[in-house]
């Protein structure tokens, strides 16, 4: 519940999570809420420090920029198990898919619906490359950046051009170019994080 509530934005970057309130309002003991807010601080979600009240942890722009770098490395790594390891086919297969769903909701203007099929798209690259490790430390990835795009709702933009883009990559690892897909996965990767970081006013998530 506490995640959510970080992840969609409900508490907000430098939100005090104080135990007695919060655990009455969930309605668990404290140790149990330690024990959460504890999962939630090694995830990097919340700050803690000895004798002081849990925080959401704040997010600057260098944070931001820290996050879809370390983000870029692990799609960059997928895509090379998945071609090296030929799992291109059964990969392709699943993400021509979520493209198909993805120009769908461009279609009917839904950026609610294209937000989610990117994030199965991306999902997806991490699931294919068959690596265990990489998986753990995509849902860790993935939840902080889910938390930063809730905080900054996104311009729509052109979506049927989102849509088309995650289409360019699939064909690319279709053909098994490890380079054109790692150049065009790290250019929508680094497109995203430079729109979020260049509008990001620190403040306004207190």
Not at 83 to 95: D, P
Not at 150 to 166: E, F
Not at 168 to 187: P, R
Request: with cysteine; proline share 1%; glycine share 4%.
């Amino acid at each position: 519940m506490l995640r959510t509530a970080i992840v969609i934005g409900e508490f907000k970057p430098g939100q005090e999570l104080v135990g007695t309130e919060l655990a009455n309002q969930i309605g668990v003991s404290q140790a149990t809420l330690r024990d959460a807010i504890y999962t939630l601080s090694v995830e990097g979600l919340v700050d803690t420090v000895a004798y002081r009240v849990p925080t959401v942890k704040k997010l600057s722009k260098k944070n931001i920029e820290d996050l879809f770098s370390v983000r870029n490395m692990l799609e960059i790594f997928a895509i090379q198990q998945i071609i090296l390891t030929k799992q291109t086919s059964a990969a392709v297969e699943e993400l021509y898919k979520i493209c198909k769903q993805m120009e769908k909701a461009a279609e009917q203007d839904s950026l609610k619906d294209v937000n989610e099929s990117d994030r199965k798209f991306h999902d997806t690259l991490i699931k294919y490359s068959g690596n265990e490790l990489l998986d753990v430390l995509w849902n860790i990835v993935a939840l902080r950046v889910q938390q930063v795009m809730s905080l900054r709702n996104q311009k729509k933009g052109d979506l049927p051009q989102i849509a088309r883009n995650h289409l360019a990559i699939v064909k690319i690892i279709e053909d098994g170019n490890i380079n054109g897909a790692i150049e065009l996965i790290t250019a929508h990767i680094v497109f995203v994080a430079d729109v979020i970081a260049d509008s990001w006013d620190e403040d306004d998530t207190d």
